[in-house]
C-alpha cells in the first residue's frame, strides 16, 4: 500500500519529501523548478506508508551484523536488492 509523503514543501527552488525519518532533498539547481516538483511527485507516490518500519528494521538488521563497514554495506545491500524490481 502506497500514500502520498507528508509534509512535503518546497524552499528556495529545492523541494523536500519527509517521511518519518526518510528525507529527500531534489533540487535542479534553479534550471527547472517544475522537473524537481514533478519528481517530488512522483516520489510521493511510490514511498510505501510501511517507510518508517522498514527503517526500524533495517537499524536493527545493521546493528546485529558483526564485521567492518564494508561487510555491513554489502550485507544491507544483499537485503535490498530486489527492491528495484
Do not use: C, H
Not at 2 to 9: C, E, G, H, L, Q
Not at 42 to 48: A, C, K, R, S
Amino acid at each position: 500500500m502506497y500514500k502520498k509523503v507528508k509534509n512535503a514543501f518546497s524552499s528556495n527552488r529545492t523541494f523536500f519529501v519527509r517521511y518519518g525519518d526518510l528525507k529527500i532533498a531534489i533540487s535542479t539547481n534553479g534550471k527547472s523548478p517544475t522537473v524537481a516538483k514533478r519528481m517530488r511527485e512522483m516520489l510521493t507516490e511510490v514511498i510505501p506508508e510501511t517507510i518508517d518500519d522498514v527503517l526500524d528494521q533495517m537499524a536493527k538488521v545493521r546493528d546485529k551484523l558483526k564485521g567492518d563497514f564494508d561487510y555491513k554495506i554489502k550485507k544491507l545491500d544483499e537485503i535490498t536488492k530486489d527492491w528495484k524490481e
